[in-house]
């Protein structure tokens, strides 16, 4: 699939800034009058910076109110719902802890619990397709979880034991759906036999293309790019969204400057993780245009 | 509405026929001029006179080659376009309604004053059916020529989708695959029509004619004659003899 930087910078950043109000909710750290108002700006910053960039993604972005009419069905629309339950729950919130003095934990944890839906429902918006098979599984909304809980408790959770934890656990899931994933394609049935429905004659391979030039299916679901990079990207991935905070939160000072500067760099290395969530996935169509063809026909 | 109808009272759909298809294309070219000039936007292109040519098209004949284990290789056209499912996993994904199945005939449209051009159907369509068209911003797909099936200033012979009008070689029908009687169920029934990725359960419409067996005749080739002459004569001969006798030969 196509990375595009639109979709990273909302994943990433809308994740993160929900992982913080998550915590916010759950009264880490109980804050007040200005503190209180630096936590929540930078939890708002993030989420709403995330959820504007999605818009980038639209080809009628003018329209965008409409995708709030299909939560029947619709991940998209769920989530467009979730995330401005979430942020009208926690204005509520931040509005009575910032200039009330005031902390109503039950609100706190509505608060919580639709930061963590809403985190939920962006993955649902990949985990439902069935033409992805690296996504339709259930590690991916695990993995977006994990890295909103864990990016969130960066600057919010005391003791730093937990947060270092949280962390850990995080780069174990995220190692696991990698060896999930790897395989993902193959395990599934679907094949260009199966695509074409000519695959029990003899093995099928692509002849000759429909056209000679590109168009928006090979630019969007067949792109790849230099997958042979990967290992590197999940080396900064891991090095910067999990071993470098627990370096900051183990061997630094704990104050909000240091865990600042940890959690800016655990979100750079969540554009990474999201950069090869994008970039790895392959869809199915791919099949039609020659991708993946079995080994026998192509050692012809 | 994005939610699916529980049923249709039709099934209008196409079944293509692999085994008449020749691959002239004609089809991509008809539907490319119809639904250029009518329903919704037009079928851009991009960079038309340029380089690297790019264009939206809502139907794209890909050839196949079929290796059996014990006959020659065959060579497949593959028309395809969308297959107007009965469970089509692009309409329920669509967060604005503008993607939908109509209930009295199963045509997946899209309403595209309601299309914000998100790309999700596309992604959810396993048979890249949907294109999203690069100068208008919304979903572009085939609309099973719901603007000419209908349309009573036409002729009734050209009330038929434009592919299936214009295929030169009888590979494209039309029909409702709902009605059991009809034609091209019929035909579906006689040829072993199949799905495409039935594995995915998007229970497609239109049904794929399989590619009848090749004739025996075609596998094996004309025997292998005797060599008339095993010894060349004449100057020929007579120099490859001198080349025999040479040392190391």
């Known amino acids: ?300 | 509405m994005s939610d699916l109808p529980l049923s249709t009272k039709r099934k209008l759909g196409l079944v293509i026929d692999l085994d008449t298809c020749v691959g002239c294309h004609a089809c991509v070219v008809a539907c490319k001029g119809w639904n250029t000039e009518n329903y919704g936007a037009p079928l851009s292109d991009i960079g038309a006179y340029g380089q690297a040519p790019a264009g939206t098209f809502l139907n794209r004949v890909h050839s196949y080659e079929i290796s059996p284990p014990d006959a020659p290789t065959q060579t497949v056209h593959f028309p395809k376009s969308c297959l107007h499912c009965e469970n089509a996993p692009c309409v329920t994904v669509c967060p604005t309604g503008a993607s939908y199945k109509r209930s009295e005939d199963g045509i997946v449209l899209v309403d595209e004053s309601a299309c914000i051009g998100c790309g999700l159907c596309a992604w959810a369509c396993p048979y890249g059916a949907r294109e999203l068209d690069a100068a208008e911003g919304v979903m572009k797909k085939c609309t099973l020529c719901v603007d000419r099936i209908y349309n009573e200033n036409l002729p009734e012979i050209d009330r038929v989708p434009a592919c299936v009008r214009t295929c030169p070689a009888g590979a494209r029908h039309f029909g409702d695959l709902g009605d059991p009687d009809s034609d091209v169920s019929k035909l579906v029934a006689e040829r072993g029509g199949m799905d495409l990725m039935p594995e995915l359960d998007a229970a497609p419409t239109n049904k794929y004619l399989p590619p009848r067996p090749r004739d025996a005749a075609e596998t094996s080739a004309a025997p292998v004659l005797e060599p008339v002459a095993a010894e060349a004569g004449g100057l020929l001969g007579w120099i490859d003899r001198a080349l025999a006798a040479m040392p190391g030969a």
């Open chain 1, 1 to 300: 699939m196509n990375p595009a930087a639109s979709i990273i910078v909302f994943t990433s950043l809308s994740g993160t800034g929900f992982g913080l109000m998550f915590w916010l909710g759950l009264g880490f750290p109980h804050v007040t009058g200005w503190t209180a108002f630096w936590y929540f700006t930078v939890a708002y910053g993030l989420a709403v910076v995330g959820l504007t960039a999605s818009a980038f993604h639209l080809g009628n972005p003018q329209r965008a109110l409409k995708a709030f009419t299909q939560y029947r069905t619709s991940w998209l629309s769920r989530e467009a719902w979730l995330s401005v339950m979430t942020l009208t729950v926690m204005a509520g919130a931040a509005y009575l802890a910032v200039f009330e003095d005031t902390v109503i934990p039950a609100l706190g944890w509505v608060g919580a619990v639709l930061s963590l839906l809403t985190v939920f429902g962006t993955s649902m918006i990949y985990t439902q397709l069935k033409t992805v098979p690296r996504w339709n599984h259930w590690s991916t909304p695990v993995v977006f979880l994990a890295y909103a809980i864990a990016g969130g408790a960066i600057l919010t959770v005391t003791p730093a034991h937990l947060a270092i934890a949280l962390l850990v656990i995080l780069g174990a899931l995220q190692a696991i759906a990698w060896n999930i994933g790897a395989e993902a394609f193959q395990r599934r049935p679907t094949d260009l036999g199966t695509a074409t429905g000519l695959g029990t004659r003899g093995s099928v391979r692509a002849f000759e293309p429909p056209h000679t030039g590109t168009n928006y299916l090979l630019k969007e679901m067949v792109y790849q790019v230099a997958r042979r990079r990967a290992a590197q990207l999940r080396q900064l991935n891991i090095g910067l969204s999990v071993v470098i905070p627990i370096a900051f939160l183990l061997l630094a000072p704990d104050n909000i400057w240091v865990r600042g500067i940890a959690l800016a760099l655990h979100v750079a290395g969540v554009f990474a993780s999201r950069w090869l969530f994008f970039a790895e996935a392959e869809h199915v169509v791919g099949l039609y245009y020659g991708r993946r063809e079995p080994q026998a026909s192509a050692s012809r």
